[in-house]
């Protein structure tokens, strides 16, 4: 059983900040920011969770099933990721690429200590409370700084070198791999796949809470995160939601089609109506909710998958996007893990037929993507779910001083590789820019 009790807060995005410093005395945290960004099926504007009770960490083989085994038992809150390396427990798939991170393939973690923010409303859940505890904890968390002191050392290399940031596929490589991958579309092996490349660094230091506070700060995403466990991190501003359960309801929002943002409102406003009117973007948008609503349909009640908004335009600070809504209903006695199972991973980071792209994918390119395109989120204890897409994210491991991120564009027959990849820069700009 949870204690629970309420607090109003003065400054909302003055707490947020304290908050994500106090935690970091935990080795487990997961800090979830909404930015308040104001969309369709928005809830919490932050979660924080720290310090795990009780966890599960594993790697593909039966994690579906030992997951949904540790979400019967705790029948509590849960937070955590699925990584995209996942898919090989769903299907006959593997994972051979390099994997210079290490993240386990499956984590979640039932936090003694949670913290639910809406609006100015606070609500404090801890298990095993001691005496004073949840005021004792508020009153160090309101006397926090906003901001780490020390902010001008945020990187470094070891040694004192330089930070050098490298490219896993070069630009003439990644022009040859697109080519290969539209052979595999004329052919009629698949429709469309999402294809990735890496970026990385070696022996790097990095302050993590610094990096993802200026991550977030100039992307202001409605899915931002911050990841710790242990030595583990990730510093994420996605705006995609890959799925969410309310009550009997599931809900999933795509994001296929990206365009870039201009300073000058006139330029802006084309940007996005050529978004809107380009037929490649809207027929990689409709390809993936075409796979969407197939996947919903393992679990959903006869013909209730509806589209409820289709490619419709959402801007953020980086990037205009297009994002479809597809929903579905499902039965009380529904699975959250079952629902999750028949639908990871997300069409929008996978493509068209789903395993014949997955498989292509995995021979094409040359990085392991683990907790890249897999999602982060929590189980509530009532069955509800809310997970992200892990995009637009730096991940460091500290002790194998490893610091990766990837970006990706989705291939169709009218993609044209040169603009692949330019689409994928832009999308690592905001990376770039922090990490420099």
Known sequence: MRTICAKNIENAERFKQQLLLWSQQYNEVVFLDSNRYQQRYSHYDAVLAVEAFTSIKTDYYNAFDDLKQYQQQTKDWLFGYLSYDMKNAVEDLHSENFDGLAFPDLFFFQPKKLFLLKGTLLEIQYLRLCDDEIESDFTSITNYPQRITNNNVTLSAVEGQQLKIAQRISKEN????????????????????????????????????????????????????????????????????????????????????????????????????????????????????????????????KGSVVVEELCGIYSFEQVHQMISTVVSTVAESTSPIDILKTTFPMGSMTGAPKIS????????????????????????????????????????????????????????????????????????????????
């Open 174 to 301: 990644y022009i040859a791999k697109v080519t290969e991958m539209l052979s595999h579309i004329h052919r009629g092996d698949i429709y469309e796949a999402n294809f990735c490349m890496e970026f990385y660094a070696e022996n790097v230091r990095i302050e993590p809470v610094a990096i993802y506070q200026k991550l977030n700060a100039i992307s202001r995403p409605p899915f931002a995160t911050y990841f710790k466990n242990n030595q583990q991190y990730l510093l994420g501003a996605s705006p995609e939601r890959y799925l969410r359960k309310e009550g009997c309801k599931v809900i999933s929002q795509p994001i296929k089609g990206t365009a870039k943002r201009y300073s000058d409102a006139a330029s802006d406003e084309k940007s996005k109506t050529d978004l809107a009117q380009n037929p490649k973007e809207r027929s990689e948008n409709v390809m993936i909710v075409d796979l969407v609503r197939n996947d919903l349909s393992h679990t959903a009640t």
């Open 357 to 436: 792209a997955m498989k292509i994918i995995e021979d094409l390119e040359e990085t392991k993507r683990g907790l890249y395109s897999g999602a982060v989120g929590y189980f509530t204890p009532n069955n509800d779910f809310d997970f992200n897409v892990v995009i637009r994210s730096i991940l460091y491991n500290a002790q194998k001083e490893y610091l990766s991120f990837s970006v990706g564009s989705a291939i169709t027959s009218q993609a044209i590789p040169e603009q692949e990849y330019e689409e994928c820069l832009l999308k690592a700009k905001a990376m770039f820019e922090v990490l420099r």
